[in-house]
C-alpha cells in the first residue's frame, strides 16, 4: 500500500463540477478496490467498488476507473455538490485472493466543494 | 444492513488508566474484524485483525500487551487500551468483514483523548 503522509492532498471544485480523485497502489496482487468517504468525526462510508478484472464501474453520480497497469485507480463524482465534501480513501485488498482480507487505506484527499 | 455498532463515540480519560472500546455487529456474524488508529488528517492504519475464538494478529509496531483485543463472541469485539497516555489520543475504528459479500462496514469511530 501507499506510505501515509503527514498531509493530507486537497481538491477544491465549485459545486456542479465535476471532481476526479486520484489514487495510486503499490500491490501488485491487489484483486479488490473500494473508494470510502470521511466525513468528520465519522467512520469511512463505503462509495464504491471495482473488482481487478474489471476496469470501470458505475454507480450512481461515481464512476471508479482501474489501471491494473500503471497500478492507478481513479474516482470521479459528477455534478459536485456541497455534501459531497469530505475525506475520501481508496483502499484495496492485497490478498490476491487468499484468505487475509486485510485492507490497506491509501493517503486520503480532501475534497472541498465551493457553493 | 450489515451495520457495525461502535461505543463509545468519545472517551476522555486520565493518564494510565485504561479503555474499552466496543464493536458490535447487528445484524451478522463477524467472524473476523479490523481495529484501525487515525490520527488528524492521517490515513487509517490497522493495528489489528481479530478473528472470533482466537488470538488477535497484530500488525507491526503495535504492542499487543497495550491494545488488548478480544473477540469471543460473533458479534462482538473489543479493544482496551492499557495505560494510556497522552500520545495515545487518537480516532480508533472497527470494522468487520461482511460475510457472503466481501465487503466491509465500519463502525463511527471512538475518539479517545488521554489527559
Known amino acids: 500500500g501507499e506510505s501515509v503522509g503527514l498531509h493530507l492532498p486537497t481538491l477544491s471544485v465549485q459545486e456542479g463540477d465535476n471532481s476526479i480523485i486520484n489514487c495510486a497502489y503499490s500491490?501488485?496482487?491487489?484483486?479488490?478496490f473500494i473508494w470510502y468517504k470521511q466525513e468528520s468525526g465519522k467512520g469511512p462510508q463505503f462509495i464504491i467498488d471495482i473488482r481487478s478484472n474489471m476496469d470501470k464501474r458505475q454507480g450512481q453520480r461515481v464512476t471508479v476507473l482501474l489501471n491494473k497497469t500503471v497500478k492507478h485507480l481513479s474516482l470521479q463524482i459528477a455534478a459536485t455538490q456541497p455534501g459531497d465534501s469530505a475525506v475520501y480513501f481508496c483502499a484495496e485488498n492485497g490478498s490476491g485472493g487468499g484468505s487475509n482480507y486485510k485492507l490497506t487505506f491509501g493517503k486520503g484527499t480532501l475534497l472541498t466543494v465551493n457553493p | 444492513g450489515a451495520v457495525v455498532s461502535q461505543h463509545p463515540s468519545r472517551v476522555i480519560c486520565k493518564s494510565g488508566t485504561s479503555v474499552k472500546i466496543e464493536c458490535r455487529s447487528l445484524d451478522f456474524q463477524a467472524t473476523t474484524m479490523f481495529w484501525y488508529r487515525q490520527f488528524p488528517k492521517q490515513s487509517l492504519m490497522l493495528m489489528a485483525t481479530s478473528n472470533e475464538g482466537s488470538k488477535a494478529t497484530y500488525e507491526q509496531g503495535v504492542e499487543k500487551d497495550k491494545f488488548l483485543i478480544n473477540h469471543a463472541s460473533l458479534t462482538l469485539s473489543t479493544l482496551t487500551v492499557t495505560s494510556a497516555h497522552p500520545e495515545d489520543s487518537s480516532f480508533y475504528i472497527c470494522?468487520?468483514?461482511?460475510?457472503?459479500?466481501?465487503?466491509?462496514?465500519f463502525g463511527s469511530g471512538t475518539r479517545l483523548t488521554v489527559v
Open positions: 500491490n501488485s496482487a491487489s484483486d479488490y
Open positions: 470494522s468487520a468483514l461482511v460475510p457472503g459479500a466481501h465487503g466491509y462496514t
